[in-house]
């Protein structure tokens, strides 16, 4: 399977509408269509960026947009549901090792603290971790938010950019301090960042922050 047809499939579009729905439900932030588009396309620029071959590119676009499917199924151990499910939709339709590359990302982008599996789990722990903005917060009263909805909803806009010379990796935030003052902003957004850090170190990359052009 390319990932124009994992995008365009119907079971994957019915298991992030539930992954979604299952956490608005809740009052959690986005996690469907959005989220998984845009944490494909990180991951897929990472990779491509950094001079991987074609196939290692497109398992991290297909990864990174199906790394919350498992949400569909409950919030607890997502990651690995989300591998078999992925599994269960690509078998027959892609040679084993391919597969195995792109469900062993899934299965373990949230090892927080354990170094990525391959390049292409450390290209989605970028691109999922780094998807941070207002859009993602679907509570507006702000005197319901928990401090990931104030982080998220104080981020008007986040960027990944790579330089592959420097062996570099940025995550660069516009972050609006009347909703969020920037100390308390980092430091809930410190874990992310130690782990996006790991990803970035595994692909032999360092990893600067920025919160509205001030290097953290
Ligand atoms: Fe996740
Ligand atoms: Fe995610």
Redo the contacts with the bound molecule.
Sequence with gaps: MKFDEIKNDKEVAVYLKTADDNFRAIGFKDHGLRHAAVSSFAAGYVLESLGYPEIEVEHAKIAGYL??IGNAISQED??QIGAVLSLNLMENKMPYDDIIKIISAVGS??DKGLDPVSPVCAAVILG?KSDVHRARVRQKDLSRFDSHDMVNYACLNSAVSVERAERMIYLRLDVDENICPIMEFFDTFLARIKFCRQAAKYLGCGFDFYINNSRM
């Design positions: 790394h919350d997502h990651a982008h949230e999922d």
